[in-house]
């Protein structure tokens, strides 16, 4: 007569104990979902019908970003509103870097020819310099460490260097046939390149030799 109720307390028990658990699990889960929409939020409403190729934060609140419009865009309120900066020559920006809210470069494809180029500005974008054109390729990265050191590659994978601010750029070094990601260095020597097929470069000597490693996964960044 024992074994029932004894049988049948377990199983209410295991039952309630597992009740109990989804009771929290829906907590946690509803937490998350909280948590996310909280942080998460549509910072530009109104769709502005381009891709976004990249977006650069030059200060807390001064933001730039390219678009497949050829256009590039300027926020100076971290996001919330934005203008559309005008340029001597309509380009994809997929490469934009700035090293302050004034002084920038932009480089991508041309948006009415094959060419890529870079351009660069010293007041925020209000003006453009046109500084470098090549004849094919597209420009997925631009990289400086100071006012006067930089580095621009993309499609092709060639590198180029410049050494005075971008007035005049050389090609440095040509590392596989494919294509370049992102570059970044930590100081003028020491740097690091994102590249398909599983692979990513480094240098420490500013770019005048690059290693090539096979890695696990396919870096669109780094």
Known sequence: M????????????????????????????????AISD??????????????????????Q??????SSGGTILKSTDAGISWQVLTSPIRIYSEAIFFLDRNRGWAGGQNANTTSSEILATTN?????????????GDFKTIFFVNERKGWASGQGS???HTTDG????????QIIASAINRITF???????????????????NGGMTWLVDTIETDLTDI
Not at 124 to 136: C, D, E, K, N, R
Not at 190 to 197: E, N, V
């Open 124 to 136: 925020g974008g209000i003006t453009w310099t046109p500084q470098l054109s090549v004849a094919s």
């Open 61 to 66: 609140n001064t933001v730039y970003a390219g």
């Open 186 to 204: 930590v100081d003028s020597l020491h740097g690091w390149g994102a590249a398909p097929l599983y692979r990513r470069i480094h240098t420490s």
């Open 158 to 160: 060639t590198i180029y």
């Open 2 to 33: 024992d074994a029932n109720p004894k049988t049948n307390g377990i199983t209410l028990h295991v039952k309630t104990q597992c009740k109990h658990r989804t009771i929290l699990l829906l907590i946690a889960i509803s937490s998350l979902t």
């Open 38 to 59: 909280a942080q998460w939020y549509w910072q530009n409403p109104l769709p502005q019908g381009n891709t976004l190729y990249n977006v650069t934060f030059a200060d």
């Open 166 to 173: 971008g007035n005049t750029w050389n090609v440095q070094a």
